[in-house]
């Protein structure tokens, strides 16, 4: 199973601590750690898997691999900016999404449109029409975040 954990490369402390327990979680339930290979999120994703053994991959935005962070395993370069932003979920059978900015809410509605799972902690909430919209599920630690991303995935 791949999960994907997405959020900002500039992350809060607090956000950063979310995505490392993410990700030591993760791969303690054998889970392979999918994001956009950068820092912040992205990066404290990949450390706490690594640090319990996990396999992560990184989709990175740019030209060359040496732009991934340390502990990418499998670094896939893709030259094509922020688009590669649908292959990071559309990878992945549920999504995490770890506060963020802008690249995170493409993210969450590339997931959504494909009918991926969403789990969020910290992260955007959506409305139209001035009505909250229930996409997104809520969650308020890791151990909840990972989960539900596996029930979810479990029914993808």
């Known amino acids: ?3 994907a954990v997405i959020g900002d490369s500039a992350c809060s402390k607090e956000e950063y601590a979310l ?4 990700g030591k979680r993760l791969a303690q339930e054998g889970i392979i750690v999918i994001c956009g290979g950068l820092g912040g999120v992205m990066e404290a994703v990949c450390r706490g898997a690594k640090f319990e053994n996990g396999l992560t991959i990184g989709i990175l935005p740019g030209e060359s691999s040496e732009i991934a962070n ?5 670094p896939i370069v893709t030259g094509v900016g922020y688009a590669r932003n ?3 979920v559309r990878s992945a059978q549920a999504v995490i999404a770890i506060g963020g900015k802008y690249g995170t809410l493409t993210e969450i509605a590339y997931a959504l449109k494909g009918n991926i799972p969403v ?3 910290n992260t955007w909430t959506l409305s139209r029409d001035g ?3 229930d996409n997104i599920v809520r969650v308020s630690n890791a151990v909840q975040a990972v989960e539900r991303a596996i029930a979810m995935a479990k029914r993808v």
């Open 1 to 3: 199973m791949i999960i």
């Open 19 to 22: 995505a490392e327990a993410v």
């Open 70 to 74: 340390p502990w990418v395993d499998v």
């Open 86 to 88: 649908i292959a990071v």
């Open 119 to 121: 789990i969020g902690l």
């Open 131 to 133: 009505c909250d919209l």
